[in-house]
Every structure is written in structure tokens, then in C-alpha cells.
T-cell receptor, first 110, second 113 residues
Framework: AQRVTQPEKLLSVFKGAPVELKCNYSYSGSPELFWYVQYSRQRLQLLLR??SRESIKGFTADLNKGETSFHLKKPFAQEEDSAMYYCALSGSSNTGKLIFGQGTTLQVKP | KAGVTQTPRYLIKTRGQQVTLSCSPI?????VSWYQQTPGQGLQFLFE???????NKGNFPGRFSGRQFSNSRSEMNVSTLELGDSALYLC????????????FGPGTRLTVL
């Protein structure tokens, strides 16, 4: 079964502290993994995808196929990073189907 | 470029009624996906349309249906509404070849009484 698990509903850190949002997945083939973010009163938007291997707003995520994980990391959290973060999986690049985790609220305290 | 738009933004219906939600994708985007978001189940995929054809379908009963028009605008319909259908319905569009880089609309908040 295809599944995405984000074990933490809420992650609270102080400004400047490192952040790691956990994401584990279950998929039998080669998935595409994504992180989407929703800031307060804004739409859900793509943050990054594992294929790109890029850093966006200081965030990075590495796909670990052995551990079936795709954790999102940032070395120094900023208050503007406070948002809801969703990890998502797609089993194919040719369809618009994303399987989302339950989301983690990141709260960065001053 | 204008973003994905959804109408109406809010709807209140009673059990047994039916409802139609509309989604206008970003210009040039031909794929439209629909999701249901609830506090208990999170974001769940309903279906996806490309070039007026349903390409993929989630695990929802037949009461949930959709369609796409030649201008890529999409509608979803829920018949015989149940209390559990109360949710935020999101649509997302994507450009050909980047189907998982989805751009989301603001959602339609459906309340079933």
C-alpha cells in the first residue's frame, strides 16, 4: 500500500535552532517525493521535490530509499518558517495523484 | 499569471442534496486534480483529469464525480450529500510533463447540515 507518515503533528523550535521534519513512506516501486508547505492564510504550495535536489529557503531533503524516508531539514530556523508542512508521494510522473502525509505544524518561537 | 481559482469559496448544503464545485486552472495547465481535506483524514486524492479524460481516481464512492471541459476547467459533483462530506475541497493544476508539481487553489469549504 502507498502511504506517507509524518509522525509529528507539531514541532516547536526556537529561532536559530536546527529543524528536521520527518517523513517516512511506503511504496513498492520508485516514488517521487515532495514537500508542500502552507503558510497561514495562504495556499498549499510546492516547497521542493527530491528529483531537483535543490535547497529552497534553506530547506533540503534527501531521499533515503533504504530507510524509506524523506526528512526535511534546515540548519537555522526562522520565524517565517512557521507553517504546516506536508510530505507527499507520487508513484508515477505521468499522473496528477499525490498521496499526502497528515502534515506537521512547525512553530518557530522568537 | 492568475492562479488557480475555485468557486464558490463557501457552500452550505443539507443532507441528500447535491453540489457542484468549479475549478479554473492556470492558463496552459491541462491537468486538474481534486483533493478532499478533513481534520481526521487529511488530504485525500479524489481524481485527476487531463484533456477531458479522467486518468486517475482515488478511493471515494461513486457519489463523487467530476469532469473537465475543453478549456481545462473542471467541475466536481457530489450527489446525495452526507454529513461526512463536510470538508475543504482543493483543486490543483499542473503543466504537461510536470504533473506532480501542482499549483493549488484556495479551496471550497463545504458544510453539510
Amino acid at each position: 500500500a502507498q502511504r506517507v507518515t509524518q509522525p509529528e503533528k507539531l514541532l516547536s523550535v526556537f529561532k536559530g535552532a536546527p529543524v528536521e521534519l520527518k517523513c517516512n513512506y511506503s511504496y513498492s516501486g520508485s516514488p517521487e517525493l515532495f514537500w508542500y508547505v502552507q503558510y497561514s492564510r495562504q495556499r498549499l504550495q510546492l516547497l521542493l521535490r527530491h528529483i531537483s535536489r535543490e535547497s529552497i529557503k534553506g530547506f533540503t531533503a534527501d531521499l533515503n530509499k533504504g530507510e524509506t524516508s524523506f526528512h526535511l531539514k534546515k540548519p537555522f530556523a526562522q520565524e517565517e518558517d512557521s507553517a504546516m508542512y506536508y510530505c507527499a508521494l507520487s508513484g508515477s510522473s505521468n499522473t496528477g495523484k499525490l498521496i499526502f502525509g497528515q502534515g506537521t505544524t512547525l512553530q518557530v518561537k522568537p | 499569471k492568475a492562479g488557480v481559482t475555485q468557486t464558490p469559496r463557501y457552500l452550505i448544503k443539507t443532507r441528500g442534496q447535491q453540489v457542484t464545485l468549479s475549478c479554473s486552472p492556470i492558463s496552459g495547465h491541462r491537468s486538474v486534480s481534486w483533493y478532499q481535506q478533513t481534520p481526521g483524514q487529511g488530504l485525500q486524492f479524489l481524481f485527476e483529469y487531463f484533456s477531458e479524460t479522467q486518468r486517475n481516481k482515488g478511493n471515494f464512492p461513486g457519489r463523487f464525480s467530476g469532469r473537465q471541459f475543453s478549456n481545462s476547467r473542471s467541475e466536481m459533483n457530489v450527489s446525495t450529500l452526507e454529513l461526512g462530506d463536510s470538508a475543504l475541497y482543493l483543486c490543483a493544476s499542473s503543466f504537461p510533463g510536470t504533473y506532480n508539481e501542482q499549483f493549488f487553489g484556495p479551496g471550497t469549504r463545504l458544510t453539510v447540515l
